[in-house]
Each structure stands twice: as structure tokens, then as C-alpha cells.
């Protein structure tokens, strides 16, 4: 029973052998086939049999085995037909493949790399198709419910998405990458498709159209997609914040549309993919009813049979190779016990074997029939496919005549149009000469015409101030004729107002004459009959009468020459106040006249003040365009600036941005005097272009992100400088110009500029000098500790040891120290060289002097230090693991590099400031070489004492069978790859370790990446220490710590 059991086990193994065999051979050779480098379109079949294979053994691993093995980088139409197939099992294979593809993501965009260099088209294709892939995988890795050939439903689509609105506006981002990468490879493939020869019914058309039906097939489920999204998006958010969604969809949308119509048409599509319409005009994202008219669009694949010829062997059909015992899968294994189920099997057994043998013979006859059928099928196709192959020699020779036909009309066209065409170029010429001519003439007129209109700016101004004076003049001219008039005016009436006074004074004493004649007369009627007395005193009072008749009458002939005089001084005072008002209208006259003069001259001051503004805006706004455009040279890649000169640069445009709003508020209080915003647009646009070519100089060796902001707020800076030129060019948009948005940006540009400075610690310029002599202390300390730790491990192992373990302990340990003795020569001789170097360049000042203005030296020398000292603190830890068999021979290895390194970094440090024909810089030099010795013969000892110790075990495979070495060798294999994965893995994270050093010592990742040697070790100290565990930069004893001294962030 048990030797039936065995017989039975061996059977099973060798049927899953040799299906495996099967299925390896059967996979080789489908991929082998379908992945070459003839340019014809991917079998259909062979890429079945791939994809079969994958849900066989639920994953890619058998693929991605062979096909990394092919030369991609030899042939761009190899590489073309392997990411044709790698979309086709990416779509239709197992749901593991995803998986494994990705562990090979990066190879793919090694791939995309090499071909984007080479000018090849199917290189371009491939570049193209690699980001596809890689867009594809990246998706699908990220959102796993939605598979890679796209198949799911609205209800997976709103899972996935989920109720988060910035979840949803992300997904539709990323669907529009994913179609956006779709639809490139596309037009590209279209695009030459169109400039080639090829057409879809030859076999290089073909080639280039296969994988489109793959795209076709993606692209109508992520338009559907893209549809459900925006519809939710738009029922969650406002349409102004969408309008960048809808315009990126509308030309999707019509791109997509396009691209359906053309393959529509193309004979190769008909009988291969049903292409679905869609419509007309993009769905109305604002209307939520549209979504009750989108239809989903359909791809069909149709179900056809297309007879191929068979090539050899292995396209027949797969043979069933399941031969493994049917009764164990009816019944069960057996349990250990012998009944009679195993005696039925046995003769079941029989029995099947002899139909075996009859169907073999049945098969045998068959087989020849189909034999002699096949040979007359084969001959009746042999005919056809000569009378195929003369009528399609036929049709490519006269294509080939029709092209040429073509293409000697087109020589003959381009012939004629290259003589008409070199007739323009000649007159064109003539005429670019003329007006460079005429325009070299114009400029020398306008800056005749500018040096005049400065000229006449000057003489403006001084005939500007001499009007002044003269209205001032005029003024007072003017104030003093109007107090003349006044004065006059007040003197005739004064005299106007006696004589008035004297006249009523004359009329009085006329009438009280008069009353009194009248009393007289009254007397002399009353007194008619008096005496001689009252005839006496009336001849007296008569003759009274007759003198105040005469009295009155010389007083009326005054009154009358004193109203004549009054008469004539009045007249008199109206010729003068005539004349003068004629002279002042004279005067007011010239002082209009002399006004509007003063304002043609302002006026045209002020143009030609705004002419001047003009001029200097634009020689500003051509600076500025200058700038612009030398980000966009590819001479301006090389170009490479420090953050601490951006930083300077952008300070000054800072300030230059300060004078230049200064200077604008001057100009507007006062429009006639320009003077101050020319000098400061002048020193502004030179500053800006200034920092706009560092910044973008900069950017060049910054790390991805911060290159592209520095990048972005470059061009920030060029767009709101013209625009601010813009708005200073125009009178309407003068008031409102502002500066402020522009200063904005360039605090942006300084801020990135100062993240991009080395980070570390802060060191105070006046500590560095007690620092440098306190680290040179430390490390000699270091090294005195570190022969003494070795000095007692050498005498704790003459008694713990014996044999070759002492031996080899004692080796070891001599030759460190050795090491350490040639290190403390090392640091001797760097400290004599510093001394040495500090007494040459210091001149007059101190030592501490000398320290902080030479600052990056002195804390590269504080750096290199810090390195050599932590080396021996570890090589002594290393050592002593080793010798207490707790640690590892490669720890001790890695030290010496580590020791070899830092010591290379303190001579390098050293070697900088010192003279070339220095004698200590000699005996540095030697040290150096002295301790690389040293540090070698560690290496030496450590591996001699290694390979001493190990046991070497001898491999004995005598005793196993065919299978069992097959099985050992596929577990070996197993073991290799989990190594070289583990490898792989460890070094990404060396190298990630690495490269977090270099970031927090302040080297942009480019110039780790360069490795041109341009890295100063002054400011970076070096390391090569590959072990991963340890954590570089993060916290260590205070003489073991790893140097990290880049210059201080507050220099200015």
C-alpha cells in the first residue's frame, strides 16, 4: 500500500513538472511572439495565451520574468509592442497583475526616459504610451475598486468618490489626467499616422493603430465618468468655481469626439470595434435635467472567428494535461488505511489505460487524415496566398509610382516656390536693410530728439521761472496803481466834501441875509409914519442892503469859480482815472497774455515730462521682457546662482520697489518735475530683471518644488511689473498704478530664497573662532580615548582568546591602532596648517576676526572635525562588538570608509586657505595618504580575519532526486529574489537617508544628483557610511555627532 501511495506522489510531481514545463514553454513562446521587433500588429491570439497565463497563476510574474529579459532599449517598435501587451494584461489579466506591475513602475519610466532623448517617431510613440501606463497604474493603485479595464458601475463610481466634495473634486481632476493621457497617445499615433505613408490596411499602419482599441475602450468609460462627476460637482458647488472643470471637459470633449470620427472611418476599426457616437454638443453641466439625457457610450467588441494559419507547434490548442488522479478528487484522499476503494482504483486504473491506448490509436488515424487534409488545404492556401502577395506587389508598386509621381510634382512645386520663395527672401532682405537703415536713422533722430527735449526741458523751466517773475512783477505793478486810484479817489472826495461844506455855509448866511431883509422890510411897512430917524436908519439900512446885495453877490461869483474849479478838477480826475483804467487794462492784457503763455509752457512741460515717463517705461518694460525671455533660452539651463545672491538681489528690488512708489506719489503731487520716478523705474527695472534671471538661475539647482514656485513667482514678478509699466504709460491708469502687488511677489521670491539656504545651526560669527580650537580639542580627546579603548580591548582579549580568534582579534585591533596614531598625526598637522593659515590672513585683526569673516571656512573646518572625531568614536564601538562576537565585520569595514572620508573632508577643509607651496600642507597631504593606508590595511585585516573564521560548507547533492533539485533550485531562486528585493529596497532607503542629509546640511537635490563635483566639502561634509539603521542627523553624543555647520541664514 505504501509504495502504491509513493508511486501515486510521484506521478502527481512529475504531472506538475511537466504542466509547469508546459506552461512556461507555452508562455515563453507566446511572448516571444507577440513581443519582436517586426512591424506588424500583436496576434490576438498570442496575447489570449498571455492573459491566460496571468489567471493561471494569478499574477504577472511569469510575464514580467521573460519580458525583462527583452532588449527594449535596442528597438523602439520592440518597445511599442511590449506596452501593447502590457495594456492588454493590465485590462483583461488577473486582478494580482496590478500589483506586480507596479513593482515595476520605475523600469517603465526608464523606459519613457530613454526613447524621450532619441529622435525616433515609434520612440516618441512609446514615450507617449509609457505615460500612459504609468497614469494607469498610478490611478487604478491609488482608487482599487475601480479595475483596470474601467467596467464599473455608477454605484462603485459613488462609493468611490464618497460624500467628501474635496474627495470628488480630486477624483475628477484625476480622471481628467487619465483621459488627457489617453487621448495624447491618440493624436500622437494619428499624427503620424497622417505624415507617413502608412494606411491601415498595410501592416506598419497596423502596428501603430492596434492599441487603440484598448484606448477607445478606456476612453468611453472615462468619459462617462468625467460626466457623473461634474454633474456632482456642480450640484454641490457654485458654477463660477466649476468654470475651469467645464472649459478643461468642453476640449476633452471635442478631442474625444474628433478622434472617435477619424478611427470610425478607418477601414482597420470596422471589423474589429463597434466606435459609439456621441453627441453633438457637450452635456449642460448647468441644468441638473441634462443628466437625464446622457447616455453612456457603448464599445462592442464583436465575437469573431478569424482562422490562422498555424506556425508551428505550440499554436495548437493546449493540450489537457490535468492528469491527476480523478478518483481522489471524487472520493477524497485516502486516510492512511488500506480498503477496498484503493483495489477498485487500481483496476479503474487499468482499465482507463487501456481506453488510453485504444483513443490513441482512434486519435493516430484521425490524426492522419487531418494530416493529408491539412497538406491539401495548405497547398490550395499556398496558391492563394501567391496570387494575395502578386496582387498586393501590384498595388504597392504603383503606390510606390503614384508617390513618385507625387513627389515630382512636389519638387517641381517647391522648385518653383523656393525661386519665388528666394526672390522674397532677396527682396524681403533688401527691404529688412532699408528700414534697418531707416531705423537706425530714427534712432539716432529720436535720441537727438530726446537730448533736445531734455534741452528744452531746462530752457522750459527757466523761462517758466522767468514768467513767474514777471506776473510777479505785474502783481505788484497792479497792487500799486489800484492804491494810486484809491489814494486819488479819497483826496477828490475829501475836497469835494469841503467845498459842499463851504456852499451850505454860504447859503446860510444868504438866507439868514435875506430873513433879515425881510424883518427890514416888515419894520419899514409897519413904520411908514415915523420920524427922520426911521428915514435916517432906512438910507442905513438901504445902503446895509446895497453891501449885503454886493456881498451876496461876490459870494455867489466865489461859489460860482469854486464849483468851476470843482468842476475842472473832476473832469480832470475822470481823464486820470480813464487813463488809468486804460493801463491797467494794458497791464491785465500782458499778464493774460504772459498767463496763458506760463500755461502753454506748463503744458507742454508736462508733456514732455509724460513723453519722458513713456520713454523710460518702455526701456523698463524691455528689461523686464529681456528677463522673461532668458528664461526660455536653453543657454540660461546652464546659468546657476546661490540663494544668498537672490536673496541680496531681491532685497535691493525690495527697496527699489519703495523708491519707485515714492517716487510715483512725487510725480503725481507734482506732474512738472518726473525726475525722481525716472531714476527710480530706471534702478527698479534693473533690479527686478536682476532678480527675475537669479531667481529663475536659482530655481535651476533648487529641489522640483520649490524650483517650480521659484519658477512660478518669476514670471509672477515679470506680469505685474508690465502691467504696472501698462498702467504708468496710459494717463488714465496713471493714479490708480500700484507697485504694491509686485513687492508682494518679490517677498515671495526672498522668502523661497531664504528656505533654500543651508539649514543647521546657529552659530554666532564671534563663537566660531572658541569653537573651531573647543572641536580641534575634542577630536584629539576623541582619538586619545580611542587608542586607550583599544589598548584595553587588546590586553581583554589576550585573556578571553586564544588560537587563531586572538590572532585574528590582535591583528585587527593593531591595525586600528595604527589608524588612530596616523589620525592624530592627521589632526596635528591640520592644526599646525590652520595656525599657519590664520597668522598669513589675518592681518591686523584677531584671530577671532579672521574666524567669523571667514565664516563658511571656518565652520567647514568645524564640520570636517566633527566627522573625524565621531568616525573613531564608532570604529572604537565597532571594534569592540567584533571582538566580543556581538557585532559585524562590515560595521568595521564601513568605519574605516567612514574614517577615509572625514579625513578627506578635514584636508580638503584645510587645503582650501592654505598656499600652494605651503610645507605643513606637504606634511597634511602625507598624513592624509598615511591614514588612507591605515584605514585600508584595516579592510585588509578585517576581511583576512573574516574569511579565517567563517566555515565554509561543502554542498553534497548526490542524494537528490530530479525533482528535489528542480524544487531546491526553484527555493534558491526564491531566496535570490527575496535578497535582491531586500537589497533593492535597502539601498532606496540609503539612499532616501542620503539624500534627508544632504537636505538638512543644505545641498539641493540636484547637485546629489549631478555628482559634477561642484558641491563645496567646506559647507557639506561627506559620507559614505552605508549602513541604513543608524539614524544620520538626528541625535548623537556631543564628540560622535555627524558635522552639520552650514553658513548662517542672517547674513546680509
Known sequence: MNSMRHVKTRRTEANLGAEREHFDKQQLSSISKAINSTEMPVKEKHARRIILGTHREKGAYTFWSYALGFPLASSSILSWKFCHVLHKVLRDGHRNVLQDCMRHHSSLVEIGKLWSNLHDKYGQLVVVYTKLLCTKMEFHVKHSEIPPNLEATDEVLERTAGSDINNVFQLTVEVFDYLDAELRLAETVIRQLNTSIAISTLSSGQCRLSPLIQVIQDCSHLYHFTVKLLFKLHACLPADTLQGHRDRFHDQFHSLKTFFNKTRDMLYFKRLIQIPKLPDSPPNFLHAASLAKHVKPVVVIPDEYEPEQQEDDDDDPEPLIEQLDIFDKTFGPPNGGFDDRDLQIESLKQDLELLRAELEKVKAEAQRYITQLKSQINSLEAELEDQRAQKQHALVENEQLRMELEATRRRNAEHESTQSVFIE????????????????????????????????????????????????????????????????????????????????????????KMAEVMRVKGTLQTSEMTSEQMNSSVTALQAEKDRLMRSASEKEAELSSLRQAAQAQQSSLQQERERNSRELGDLQGKLQEKTNLGEQLNRKLLEEQFALLQGTVTEAENIIQDAVAKLEDPLHIRCTSSPDYLISRAEAALGSVDKVKKGHADYLSNMGDAGGLLRALTQFSHLTADTIINGSATAHTAPPDHADRLTENCRGCATQSLQFFKDLKSKTTLQRADPASIRVIIQKILNLGQELRPKGMDVRQDELGDLVDKEMAATSAAIEEAVRRIDEMMDQARKDTSGIKLEVNERILNSCTDLMKAIRMLIISSTDLQKEIVEGGRGAATMKEFYARNSRWTEGLISAAKAVGWGATEMVESADKVVLHTGKYEELIVCSHEIAASTAQLVAASKVKAERNSKRLSVLQQASRHVNEMAANVVASTRTGQEHLEDKETMDFSGLSVIKLRKEEMESQVKVLELESHLGKERMRLGELRKKHYELAGIPSEQISEGNGETSLLDHPVTMSPKPSKPVLLKKPALSQKPNMPPKTTFK
Not at 475829501?494 to 456852499?503: A, G, H
Open 425 to 512: 527672401a532677396e527682396n524681403r532682405a533688401q527691404a529688412t536693410e532699408q528700414r534697418y537703415n531707416k531705423l537706425r536713422e530714427k534712432h539716432t533722430e529720436l535720441v537727438s530728439s530726446h537730448a533736445e527735449l531734455l534741452r528744452k526741458s531746462a530752457d522750459t523751466v527757466k523761462m517758466l521761472s522767468a514768467t513767474q517773475q514777471t506776473q510777479e512783477e505785474v502783481e505788484r505793478t497792479k497792487q500799486q496803481l489800484s492804491f494810486e486810484v484809491d489814494r486819488i479817489k479819497q483826496e477828490a472826495e475829501m475836497k469835494l466834501e469841503e467845498q459842499k461844506f463851504e456852499m451850505e455855509k454860504l447859503k446860510r448866511e444868504l438866507e439868514e
